[in-house]
């Protein structure tokens, strides 16, 4: 296989993904990831880069209101459930 015809067939394959992520996005307007890891490994960074920033993640219970981060804090109460 040629230099080109790798080249071409990425192309492709870019352009492929790009309708099949239209079609996701006409299907769903939300969707949800996932980001599990223990303390420190880098799951903010992870959530950061992927949203292109550097703001710190807010977070909302279901009523929709923000959720103070320092109501988060892992206890060790918690971690025995
Ligand atoms: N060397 C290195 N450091 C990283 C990487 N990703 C994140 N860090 C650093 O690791 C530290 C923790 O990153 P966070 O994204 O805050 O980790 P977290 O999992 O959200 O931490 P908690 O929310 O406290 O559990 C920060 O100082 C980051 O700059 C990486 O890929 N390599
Ligand atoms: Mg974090």
Redesign the pocket.
């Known amino acids: 296989m040629s230099v080109s015809n790798t080249e071409f067939q990425g192309a492709e394959d870019i352009e492929r993904e790009r309708r099949r992520a239209q079609n996701v996005r006409g299907l769903t307007p939300r969707f949800r990831i996932l980001i599990i890891?223990?303390?420190?490994?880098?799951?903010?960074?992870?959530l950061?880069q992927v949203c292109n920033t550097t703001e710190q993640p807010k977070i909302f219970n279901w009523e929709g209101d923000e959720i103070d981060l320092s109501e988060l804090n892992p206890t060790a109460k918690i971690m025995q459930i």
């Open positions: 890891g223990r303390a420190n490994a880098g799951k903010t960074t992870i950061q």
